[in-house]
C-alpha cells in the first residue's frame, strides 16, 4: 500500500508540476492579452478585448493566419508523402539497410539554427554554393530572399528536410507490426503492389498517420525557428505567421497585450482544429480497425 501510495503520489506531482510550467504562462498571456503594456515592468492597463478587436481588424493578422496555413498544409502533404515513400523503401531488406537507416535520420538531429544556416549559406546570391554552381553553367543567380514565393518556398523545403526522417521513424515502426502473412495472402490472390499497399499497408498505418499528422501539425504551424531565422517574416511581411506576428508586435512593437493577443487567438485557432480533427479521425477507432 505504501509503494502504491508512493506511485500515485509521483504521478500528481508530476501532473502539477508539468500543469504549472504549461498552463501557468498560458494562463498569464490569456491574462495579458486584455491589457495594453508597453514592458513587463511598466503596470498594465485593462483595454478588455480592445487588442482582439484591433488584431481582427489589421490586415497583417489575416495575412498571417494565411500564411501559416500555406505553409503548414505544404510542409505537411510534402513530409508525410515523402516519410511514406522513404520508409516503404527502407522497410524492404538490401544491402546495407542499417546504415541507410541510420543515416535517414541524421537531419533530424540537426539543430535548427545550423540547417537555417546552411541553407542561407548555400543560397546566398553573392557568395553561396548555389550562386558558383550557377555561374560554372552560365546560368544567372536570383535573390531568392526578395521573392515571396521562393522565401516561402525555402521555408517549406528546409522544413520538409528537417522534419521527414520523423515521419520516416514513426512509419517504419507502424510497418513493422503489419503482420507478414497478410502480404502473403494477398500475392496468393494474385493482388497487385498498389492493392496490397491499398486495403493493407494503408489500413495497418492508419493510427501512425493519424498521430504524425496531427503532430507535424501542430508544429508546422507554431513553426518560429526556421521563418525568423531564415527570412524574419520578409520580404515586406509576406512569410509573415502567427508566431513571428505575436514576437514582432510583443517584443518589437513593444505591445506585449497585442502579441499575447495574437498568441491567444492562435492557441485558440489550433485548439478547435485539433478537436475537430480529433472528432473525424479519432485514435482509439483507427488502433480498434487494425
Not at 498544409?73 to 546495407?96: D, E, H, K, W, Y
Request: include cysteine; charged fraction near 10%; aromatic fraction near 12%.
Amino acid at each position: 500500500m505504501r509503494q502504491d501510495w508512493r506511485i500515485i503520489s509521483l504521478f500528481v506531482g508530476g501532473v502539477l508540476i508539468v500543469g504549472a510550467i504549461v498552463g501557468g504562462p498560458l494562463l498569464y498571456s490569456i491574462k495579458l492579452s486584455f491589457y495594453a503594456a508597453e514592458s513587463f515592468i511598466a503596470p498594465p492597463r485593462w483595454v478588455g478585448f480592445g487588442n482582439y478587436l484591433a488584431i481582427l481588424e489589421d490586415g497583417n493578422f489575416w495575412h498571417a493566419l494565411l500564411n501559416g496555413i500555406l505553409i503548414s498544409t505544404s510542409g505537411i502533404v510534402l513530409q508525410v508523402t515523402l516519410g511514406v515513400t522513404i520508409a516503404l523503401v527502407l522497410n524492404r531488406p538490401f544491402v546495407g539497410q542499417t546504415v541507410v537507416r541510420a543515416l535517414s535520420i541524421v537531419p533530424y538531429f540537426l539543430p535548427t539554427v545550423v540547417a537555417c544556416l546552411i541553407a542561407q549559406w548555400i543560397l546566398d546570391p553573392n557568395y553561396g554554393l548555389l550562386k558558383s554552381i550557377l555561374a560554372s553553367l552560365g546560368s544567372g543567380m536570383f535573390d531568392w530572399g526578395a521573392n515571396s514565393t521562393t522565401a516561402k518556398g525555402t521555408i517549406v523545403l528546409i522544413s520538409v528536410w528537417i522534419w521527414t526522417p520523423f515521419v520516416v521513424t514513426c512509419v517504419l515502426a507502424g510497418l513493422q507490426t503489419i503482420p507478414a502473412q497478410l502480404y502473403e495472402a494477398a500475392r496468393v490472390d494474385g493482388a497487385g503492389a498498389w492493392k496490397q499497399f491499398w486495403h493493407i499497408t494503408l489500413p495497418g498505418l492508419r493510427s501512425v498517420l493519424i498521430v504524425v499528422i496531427l503532430l507535424r501539425g501542430i508544429w508546422m504551424f507554431n513553426k518560429f525557428d526556421v521563418i525568423w531565422l531564415l527570412t524574419k517574416g520578409g520580404p515586406m511581411n509576406q512569410t509573415e505567421t502567427l508566431p513571428t506576428l505575436a514576437y514582432r508586435r510583443a517584443f518589437l512593437e513593444f505591445d506585449l497585450g497585442g502579441g499575447a493577443a495574437v498568441a491567444t487567438i492562435s492557441f485558440a485557432l489550433l485548439a478547435t482544429v485539433i478537436l475537430i480533427y480529433l472528432r473525424f479521425f479519432p485514435i482509439d477507432e483507427a488502433k480498434q480497425g487494425r
